[in-house]
């Protein structure tokens, strides 16, 4: 008998340590807004748009969920992926690494108003911070 509650002790000890919360930077959520004006829309893919996402720090998998606006429309698929270089834009200091996130729309996307906006959750382990990185933007810094 006091073999069995040594044992459910035991396991029931385990169970309490791996359920305690620690601290990890997998909890850090970035949550970035992207107007029309900031995302390529090519021609002949009017369905779809690629952003480019300048991560101060970040590395590792990238995880991105949507948080649609409805003149947005339907989202059918969300791809990100690291770029050890985003393209040249004109920052002082060249080329950065980042974000390529690219969204598939179930509706065509190219007639929406610049002003038109989609917000998305990205989580990159170790990211400090995460921003759109085009002429209009202004690049990350800490605390913003």
Request: charged residues 20%; glycine residues 8%.
């Amino acid at each position: 008998m006091a073999r069995i509650l040594v044992v459910n002790m035991s396991i029931l000890l385990i169970s309490f340590i791996l359920a305690w919360p620690s601290p990890s930077s997998a909890q850090k959520v970035h949550t970035v807004k992207l107007t029309k004006g900031q995302v390529i829309v090519e021609k002949d893919q009017p369905k779809e748009f690629r952003a480019y996402l300048l991560s101060e720090s970040g590395s590792g998998g990238i995880l991105v969920t949507p948080a649609e606006n409805p003149s947005y429309g339907n989202i059918l698929s969300v791809y990100a992926k690291e770029r050890k270089k985003l393209p040249d834009i004109g920052y002082p200091g060249g080329t950065k690494s980042g974000i390529e996130l690219r969204v598939i729309f179930e509706d065509d996307i190219s007639n929406l108003p610049d002003d038109a906006w989609i917000t998305f959750n990205i989580y990159q382990a170790g990211a400090i911070g995460i921003c759109p990185y085009n002429k209009s933007s202004v690049i990350c810094r800490r605390g913003k």
